[in-house]
């Protein structure tokens, strides 16, 4: 090992574990309770009087899972903001650590790479540790499907097993929230494109079998999600809940009885699939994917570039300008990733048209794209925690496909990144010491944001404690909080009086906010 590679290790090594005491450090209290975990807080609360009583959460797209699994962790440890926030903390560091084994497997050189991307995410570091359902699962999920698409592409694995795993993490995320919909659908057409090539393998066949009979779930799990009122489902509940739990089970009886019959007739079913694309307007499918990416780059795309480059999440953690020297570091870093795993993604692919030995790489280089095609059409929210899924995915797919294919780019890549990932975590320390500032207003793309509704309650529930306070007013992102943690908690309402509490910007001795009685 020369003495760059040892340098490099040294840094990498420092870096992850400044990244792991940061994913730790404070999570209870930093940042604040934001009002949409404390609603799901509120509902965990529900759940424990009322059993599952819905399939919905706060929005029609969102279901009552994880409210539901929060309200068993409430059983179990008591109902608090660390009680809100650890499933997902845990869940994500299972994720990662899932990851991590799959690229370990590849090569010491990808898992490094991948380590030391995710140590420049303060989307994965802090932000990913408030309590949103898609926030605590998302990053589990795509990792559970992940290490299915390698044990069918890489192992050649096709136990009934694997593919229950599948469909049953499938099911989960959807009725978690329904933007997972949209991994399901990219690896679905990814699958699709590895058969259709004419150089379709028996684990491409069967994992192209896997994902088609996948969206039958998905889409009924949709159905049920939008079409099944409250009332419904109190009605039909144990049916609806039994028909949920053997959907997967279904989904893999189905998948094994399809496997033989279109492992015989895959040539015949090939040549016909190319015979219509031939007849067809859709002779140059990269063409296609061109045009699929420009809603996408429109409505995400300076929305990513600023999450990417931790732009975005300076100002909503920490209320923090970035200045323009930061800025352009994180700009510079982010062209310079999206620049290699675009030329690997095509390198990648053209190795696969002309001898098929890579289908695991083609994936990738595949999905990626295609994720971020189909990603407009259930989103168009310019949110931090909507791009967890593609964050991740652009990561993996780097560290899976640039060392194999621009291994001269990888070490100097690696490099940036570990640069990129030191100034990063530095400024992140020092903004984690710093006192509050007061709330900033900002633009996440084409949207208006703020890092107000990210501000600690923490001291005006403690005074409304302290003064036995229980009638207080104010918007939700200021109620919804405050009423989490009177219930969580609770305090003797000795206090008749009602209090009035609103933001204040110029309010530094009461951590801005106003407090009126």
């Known amino acids: 090992m020369g003495t760059r590679a040892v340098l490099q290790t040294t840094v990498l090594l420092a870096l992850a574990l400044s990244a792991a005491v940061m994913m730790v450090h404070g999570f209870a209290s930093f940042p604040g309770l934001h009002a949409d975990e404390a609603w799901a807080g509120l509902r965990a609360l529900e759940h424990q009087e009322r059993g599952f009583f819905t399939l919905h959460g706060m929005r029609y797209y969102a279901g009552s899972l994880y409210p539901y699994a929060l309200s068993l962790v409430f059983k179990a440890r008591g109902a608090s903001v660390e009680s809100l926030r650890l499933p997902g903390l845990c869940l994500n560091v299972a994720g990662l650590g899932i990851l991590l084994l799959l690229l370990l497997r590849q090569s010491v050189r ?38 299915v698409a390698h044990a069918f592409l890489v192992r050649g694995s096709s136990s009934a097993l694997t593919a229950f795993l599948f469909f049953a993490v499938s099911l989960v995320g959807v009725l978690n929230h329904f933007v997972f919909v949209s991994w399901s659908l990219a690896f679905a057409l990814a699958s699709a494109v590895l058969w259709w090539r004419g150089r379709a393998s028996v684990a491409t066949s069967r994992f192209f079998v ?8 998905v889409f009924i799990a949709c159905v049920l999600q939008w079409r099944l009122g409250e009332d419904s489902f109190q009605h039909h509940s144990t049916f609806v809940l039994s028909s949920l739990v053997a959907l ?14 279109l492992e015989r007739h895959a040539p015949s079913l090939q040549a016909w699939c190319s015979a219509r694309l031939e007849g067809s307007r859709v002779r140059k499918p990269h063409v296609w994917l061109r045009v699929a990416l420009v809603p996408f780059l429109i409505m995400h795309g300076i929305g990513l570039l600023g999450v990417l480059g931790n732009d975005v999440l300076y100002r909503r953690l920490f209320g923090y300008v970035p200045p323009l020297a930061l800025r352009l570091t994180g700009l510079l870093f982010v062209s310079v990733l999206l620049a290699a795993v675009g030329v690997a993604c095509l390198r990648t692919f053209r190795a696969f048209r002309q001898d098929a030995t890579d289908p695991h790489g083609a994936f ?24 967890l899924l593609l964050t991740l995915a652009l990561f993996y797919a780097g560290a899976v496909l640039i060392p194999s294919h621009l291994p001269r780019i990888r070490t100097r890549l690696l490099t940036v990144t570990l640069v990129f990932a030191a100034v990063t975590q530095a400024v992140a320390w020092w903004n984690l010491g710093s006192p509050p500032r007061p709330p900033l207003d900002f633009r996440i793309g084409w949207r208006k944001e703020t890092s107000k509704h990210l501000q600690d309650i923490a001291p005006v529930y403690a005074l ?3 003064e036995g306070i229980c009638r207080y007013e104010g918007e939700f992102f200021i109620q919804q909080p405050l009423e989490f943690l009177r219930q969580a908690e609770g305090w003797s309402c000795a206090n008749p009086a009602a209090a009035t509490i609103e933001y204040c910007p110029t309010c530094e001795a009461t951590y801005f906010f106003s407090v009126r009685r």
């Open 110 to 147: 990808s898992a490094g790479l991948f380590v030391a991307l995710c140590c420049t995410s303060l989307l994965l570091l802090l932000e990913a540790r408030i309590a949103w359902e898609v926030m605590a699962w998302n990053l589990f999920g795509m990792a559970c499907l992940v290490a």
């Open 210 to 217: 896997l994902n088609a009979v996948g969206l039958a779930p």
């Open 248 to 261: 997967p089970l279904l989904a893999t009886g189905l998948w094994r009885a399809l496997v033989p019959v």
């Open 364 to 387: 990738w280089a595949l999905v990626l794209p295609l994720y971020a095609a189909c990603f407009p059409l259930f989103t168009s929210r310019e949110s931090p925690r909507h791009y």
């Open 464 to 466: 409304l404690k302290q």
